[in-house]
């Protein structure tokens, strides 16, 4: 079928002022809970057409074609066909080859010639794409990521293949072909969304991650401490113990602790009268794996198909934040000011001068007074 598709530990945290909160962060080792035993004989073995979920077809108009159909197809892993692995095409133009037996590869076996070749940022987006769409991340977090509502399975699988291929061949979405247009606008969201700024790529890995993170900084005492990060190739990551605080996001929202975002700045909210105390943080992960794996045809060449969805697996990872209470602040004794007195000052004695006399009037002369009268 021609164009058939469908498819830590940084030691280094939080240094205070002396009039903030210190905190360090601490880390355990991350345990792995998987089986990676290989397959029986035989398998993985891509089902019938029959088993494959299909989408809408998306207006094409290369190579003569007038559209391409999406699918999601169904890989068996052995006889009983449990745990079927769902994946997605990253070759527009190449054959699919149903119930034909397929080998689990790396990126670099990639037997292609598109840009998923030999271009690490396509293969990193790529496998973004298959960990954090249908049905790897379920249809209501997929929702939730990207804001559309109304999505389905149909929507998904469609838009998810899409993307795939806008980074692997170029391909740009110009609409569904036999469908109404609430349900194109749907698809073609949800594609935007999945080829946009938020795809920053994952590295490849043969199952989930996770990883705890901080970086330095300086806060003042009572405001949230962090950053901290739960790094992952998963959408999610639970919290399995208690907090005694809350954990919140940049605006102050406490998150659900079974459902953490990861690559996003969180804060403990450590009160400023909090005195000096420690959080551990266990966090797990679970996943398919190989999500993001390439399974490859053993026989002659055909569709290169991704992992998109497989067993799960979970994986753990602790740390330990650490802090000191805030220092108390010491007030100064004051100093007294003086009382004024209500006394009056007795007057200094000042030194007097000799007077002088004033002349007298001068009397006229006469004669002497005689005898009697």
């Not at 559309?148 to 110009?174: M, P, R, S, V």
């Not at 009056?344 to 005689?370: H, M, V, Y």
Request: proline letters at 8%; glycine letters at 8%; a positive charge.
């Amino acid at each position: 079928m021609k164009a058939a598709s469908s498819r830590t530990r940084t030691r280094k945290f939080l240094a205070f002022a002396a009039t903030s909160l210190a905190a360090v962060l601490a880390f355990g080792t991350p345990t792995a809970h998987a089986d990676d035993s290989a397959y029986p004989q035989g398998y993985p073995k891509l089902g019938a057409r029959t088993e494959s979920v299909p989408g809408y077809n998306l207006k094409y108009s290369g190579a003569g074609y007038r559209n391409v159909p999406t699918m999601l197809f169904s890989v068996h892993t052995s006889s009983s066909k449990e745990g079927n692995i769902k994946a997605y095409c990253i070759e527009l133009e190449v054959n699919i080859q149903f119930e034909s037996d397929l080998k689990v590869g790396g990126w670099k076996e990639f037997p292609g010639t598109n840009k998923f070749k030999d271009n690490p940022d396509v293969q990193a987006k790529v496998a973004w794409i298959a960990q954090r769409s249908y049905p790897q991340t379920n249809l209501a977090e997929v929702t939730k990521a990207s804001g559309i509502q109304g999505l389905t399975e149909k929507d998904a699988i469609t838009a998810t293949q899409a993307a795939i291929w806008h980074f692997t061949n170029d391909f740009e979405y110009q609409g569904l072909d036999g469908t109404d247009q609430a349900t194109a606008d749907r698809v073609g969201a949800l594609y935007k969304y999945l080829t946009g700024e938020k795809n920053v790529g994952l590295k490849e890995t043969a199952k989930p991650t996770v990883e705890i993170k901080g970086e330095n900084g300086t806060f003042k005492a009572g405001d949230p401490v962090g950053p901290i990060r739960f790094e992952s190739n998963q959408a999610t990551v639970k919290l399995t113990n208690e907090l005694k605080y809350d954990l919140v996001d940049k605006d102050g929202k406490a998150v659900d602790k079974n459902a953490v975002p990861t690559g996003t700045d969180l804060f403990l909210k450590v009160p400023a009268d909090a005195p000096a105390g420690e959080q551990e943080f266990k966090v797990s992960a679970t996943g398919s794996v190989y999500a993001g794996k390439l399974l490859i045809s053993k026989g002659n060449r055909s569709q290169t198909i991704i992992i998109g969805s497989n067993k799960e697996v979970t994986v753990e990872a602790s740390a330990v934040l650490k802090w000191n209470a805030v220092p108390k602040a010491t007030t100064p004794a004051p100093t007294p000011t003086p009382t004024p007195s209500n006394s009056t000052p007795a007057p200094k004695p000042s030194k007097s001068e000799p007077s002088t006399p004033k002349p007298g009037t001068p009397k006229k002369p006469g004669l002497p007074r005689t005898g009697t009268i």
